[in-house]
């Protein structure tokens, strides 16, 4: 019975001091969204969750994020998805900002060049101008066999429908 005990309580410190290491951490940076844009080579869409990414400038070293993007151009039959690895957030003056977002290909059909295990680079930008999307923007920019340096985003083409929403919180090193 002492032993049930010790371990009940055990438990409770190790939760409460879980949860107490966990709101230290302060506000996460994070780009999410979905969204369409009329590209040169039809329409396009994106839908995106990414976490725990580096603040830039300067360039940070450590840019590792975790989450998952999809990605669709229908006019072509081009679907792929990735898990994302790095996340670099660039704050707005206003709110919002450009994010740089890096991941891992899991699947792309056809692959045009792409193959599973390269690194597909995308430029994601909140405008923070309505909740509408208006003024975002996004951007498929390369894939590599490796994996980039931690760079800052680029604005990319318009939305035309959809919300792209880039947060920089502070980050513990």
């Known amino acids: 019975m002492r032993r049930f005990v010790f371990a009940m309580v055990a438990s409770a410190i190790l939760a409460v001091s879980a949860i107490a290491a966990a709101g230290a951490r302060g506000p996460a940076s994070?780009?999410?969204?979905?969204?369409?844009?009329?590209?040169f080579v039809g329409s396009q869409h994106v839908a995106f969750s990414a976490h725990n990414g580096a603040l830039s400038p300067p360039f940070p070293s450590d840019c590792s994020a975790k989450g998952h993007l999809n990605h669709t151009i229908s006019d072509l039959g081009?679907?792929?998805?990735?898990?994302?690895?790095?996340?670099?957030?660039?704050?707005?003056?206003?709110?919002?900002?450009?994010?740089?977002?890096?991941?891992?290909?899991?699947?792309?059909?056809?692959?045009?060049?792409?193959s599973e295990g390269d690194f597909a680079w995308y430029d994601v930008q909140d405008g923070n101008m309505q909740p509408d999307g208006t003024g975002d923007t996004f951007f498929f920019e390369n894939v590599t066999a490796i994996p980039p340096?931690?760079?800052?985003?680029?604005?990319?083409?318009?939305?035309?429908?959809?919300n792209i929403v880039v947060k920089a919180g502070a980050l513990l090193p």
């Open 149 to 162: 340096p931690c760079l800052n985003g680029l604005p990319g083409f318009p939305v035309t429908s959809g």
């Open 30 to 39: 994070f780009a999410v969204g979905g969204a369409t844009a009329d590209f």
């Open 78 to 114: 081009f679907s792929l998805s990735m898990d994302v690895v790095m996340l670099t957030i660039d704050p707005g003056v206003n709110g919002g900002g450009l994010a740089f977002l890096v991941g891992k290909v899991t699947k792309v059909t056809p692959g045009f060049g792409i």
